[in-house]
């Protein structure tokens, strides 16, 4: 996928004059946030779980070399091939390859993210491949020709009435108002794309190093049908997604429901191991595992590798007060919220994204929430600095801050300018004692007035005070 | 007890008494309050726009101004949340400065924490009589962990009423230099603070650091609302509000 999260504050003001936009992600963040917190107060201890979680990551990240290899020697032994994709790019040119290795003409495709870094559906259909997406947001979003905004509830931008409007118009039929037989329609259109696709195409959430399983963790049963019903099965994860154990997987599993949707369990949670068996009476005839490096192992022993913890729940961007005014799309690429504006800058390049770590007021709720205790806005700060660092920063507020540092350090000087600064302010105040613009904050004054200052610093009446 | 008060940048220059505010608390509570003349900012618009090495200075400044208290306190989550979680990130690497800073840094608090979990204040000298709503500024919540100490001292109040509003922990959108550099998005999320908070119908909606008043304030006084007052816990507690 392009990434054009270089407009952010551009998107990001068309996002927030969307009347419906903004309708829909009210909904969402009523759903998610209070669904999230009423599923976490079943569990004894959020806090011991977190950390439980977060150890198994890191362990997992910790050797993750040892564990990929495992996991490969595991689905090899149990049948099924695994590739190791450098780019996206390689990805897409290893899906292609192992279509035209079996005469792939048609691909269903249950939700994948992974497969969204790739932009692999455009490289299929380059290859002659027709493809279907299944996940009903996915396929909503492939009608619309629009990119997901959020990384579990993909289409969460759409209100009902626009999606009957797009059912109506591409599949010419009645338009409807009801959730149910909206589903039903889609599954209806849908049924036909399971039954006749050469290949199926999922994601993992998690793979397994001791068993070679791929594990997908889903709300709707398209994912157990895309990797059961084609002959070929095609799994694309990023290495980062793998755990050690069984045991490990079913630490994770208490969080990312209860973290993402606000459920103890989603309705279908299914490990996928190997090709079919003799003596299976279903199944793929092959199964295909790329696992996708993209960016991911250069964080590997970096400050940032924390991010390379998380299971994708969204908890981040449900709870950030940004992402809930914005919505997914201003972020310009894949992942969108805190944990995306960490991974963009990361896999996309620092300069590529420069205002996503800024676009955040560090007040910490994505990380309060984080169910693998990534510290985000640590993360945050820190490509900040690093925009500092490489002199990616606007030469202005460059030296604003250094000047201001070094006004600081040297109190006589710092007390001068305060104490015209209280004056000016007072005075411009006038007679309502408000500020309606500042020269050189328009950003403030634009949407607020600015509480004028009596007139005289603490210090200076402090001082006063004491002269009495 | 010796109490240094750090006055916060934002105080000092925008609503001096909150500072006296503070300072007229600490001595009711019965500590020696000490307050050093030279003490400027705690540098956290630096640290969070990503120039961590501006503000090793100003750290080190705070240092040698602190030295000898027993207690630092500021009216304000935001600082006090920088300086005891912050600071000592900045030097490391450095063990001298290190053992001398991390302390100092630990006995740093904000002074509702200060108040109900060090000096343990039975009763406060302010007299407000209305009803008030409670915004949870976010680094003195998730820093720090204050949320019960500002309600707890209002309760020893008879006069007040606290009605909460929704999503009181939610960020008011101010993020320091974020109100500048996304002033739409940042003037939004002051909306629906403003909405949560005029909903409860209270006369006043407090907390605890400025700069989320003033970003709030802001915001009403613009929507046309000039009668919800806002105000600082400090000002409240101590009886000050209505003073400059």
Not at chain 1, 402 to 427: H, I, S
Not at chain 1, 457 to 467: A, N, P, S, V, W
């Amino acid at each position: 996928m392009e990434c054009s999260a270089g407009e952010f504050k551009h998107r990001a003001a068309q996002k927030l004059g969307d009347v419906k936009l903004q309708a829909a992600l009210r909904r969402l963040q009523d759903k998610f946030v209070d669904g999230r917190a009423a599923a976490l107060a079943e569990l004894d201890g959020f806090d011991s779980l977190a950390d439980a979680a977060a150890a198994v990551r890191e362990r997992a990240l910790a050797d993750l070399d040892g564990y990929l290899l495992r996991f490969e020697r595991e689905a090899i032994a149990r049948g099924a091939h695994v590739h190791w994709a450098e780019t996206g790019a390689d990805a897409n040119r290893i899906v292609v390859e192992i279509a035209a290795a079996h005469g792939v003409r048609t691909a269903a495709k249950s939700k994948s993210m992974v497969s969204e870094e790739c932009g692999l559906n455009h490289a299929l259909e380059q290859a002659g491949i027709r493809v279907t997406e299944t996940d009903l947001g996915e396929y909503i979003l492939q009608l619309a020709q629009e990119p997901p905004s959020h990384i579990v509830a993909p289409v969460v931008h759409k209100s009902k009435e626009e999606i009957s409007e797009l059912f109506h118009e591409k599949h010419h039929t009645p338009r409807k108002t009801d959730i149910a037989e909206l589903c039903r329609e889609a599954r209806e259109v849908l049924r036909p794309a399971f039954l006749g696709a050469d290949m199926g195409i999922s994601g993992a959430n998690f793979l397994v190093a001791e068993t070679g399983s791929a594990v997908i963790v889903t709300n709707e049963g398209n994912g157990r049908l895309v990797t059961t019903l084609p002959r070929v099965h095609v799994v694309i994860t990023g290495i980062e997604k793998v755990v050690p154990t069984l045991e490990d997987l079913a630490t994770l599993l208490r969080l990312l429901p209860r973290s993402a949707t606000g459920q103890a369990i989603t309705n279908y949670v299914s490990l996928l191991t190997g090709a079919k068996g003799e003596r299976d009476p279903d199944g793929p005839e092959q199964m295909h595992v790329i696992l996708l490096d993209n960016g991911r192992s250069r964080l590997l022993g970096d400050e940032l590798q924390s991010i390379l913890r998380c299971i994708r729940c969204g908890a981040c961007m449900n709870h950030c007060p940004v992402y809930q005014n914005v919505g997914g799309h201003a972020y310009g690429w894949v992942y969108p919220g805190p944990m995306g504006s960490v991974l963009t800058p990361a896999y996309q390049g620092l300069e590529n994204a420069l205002d996503l770590p800024h676009a955040c007021t560090m007040c910490g709720a994505c990380g309060a929430v984080c169910p693998v205790r990534i510290p985000l806005p640590d993360l945050l700060r820190r490509l900040r600095e690093r925009q500092t660092e490489r002199g990616l920063r606007p030469w202005r507020e460059r030296l604003a801050l250094r000047l201001w540092a070094w006004t600081a350090k040297r109190a006589t000087l710092y007390a001068v300018g305060t104490r015209a600064a209280a004056w000016l302010l007072a005075r411009a105040g006038g007679k309502d004692r408000l500020l309606h613009r500042l020269p050189g904050a328009a950003g403030w004054s634009a949407g607020r007035d600015m509480p004028a200052p009596p007139g005289r610093t603490f210090r200076d009446l402090y001082r006063e005070r004491g002269r009495r | 007890m010796r109490v240094g008060l750090f006055v916060t940048c934002l105080v000092d220059l925008m609503r001096p008494s909150i500072g006296f505010s503070a300072l007229k608390l600490l001595e009711h509570a019965g500590c020696r309050v000490v307050v050093p003349e030279t003490q400027t900012c705690c540098g956290q618009p630096a640290y969070n726009a990503g120039d961590a090495k501006a503000v090793r200075g100003l750290a080190l400044k705070f240092m040698e101004e602190f030295a000898g208290c027993d207690y630092v306190v500021a009216p304000s989550g935001s600082c006090a949340g920088m300086i005891r979680t912050h600071y000592p990130d900045l030097f490391r690497a450095e063990p001298e400065i290190l053992a001398e800073l991390e302390p100092l840094c630990r006995r740093t608090y904000e002074l509702t924490d200060f108040l109900v979990s060090v000096m343990k204040l039975e009763r406060v000298p302010g007299r407000f009589s209305g009803s008030l709503t409670y915004h949870d500024s976010c680094s003195g919540l998730r820093e720090l962990g204050i949320s019960r100490q500002p309600r707890a001292l209002l309760a020893k109040m008879p006069g007040v009423r606290l009605v909460e509003m929704r999503e009181s922990t939610t960020c008011c959108g101010f993020g320091g230099t974020f109100s500048l550099k996304f002033g739409d998005i940042s003037a939004r999320m002051a909306d629906h603070k403003c909405d949560h908070g005029e909903a409860t119908g209270a006369d006043a909606l407090a907390g605890g650091d400025l700069g989320c008043l003033l970003n709030i304030e802001g915001r009403l006084r613009r929507r046309g609302n000039h009668t919800t007052r806002v105000l600082h816990i400090a000002e409240l507690l101590a009886g000050e509000e209505g003073q400059d």
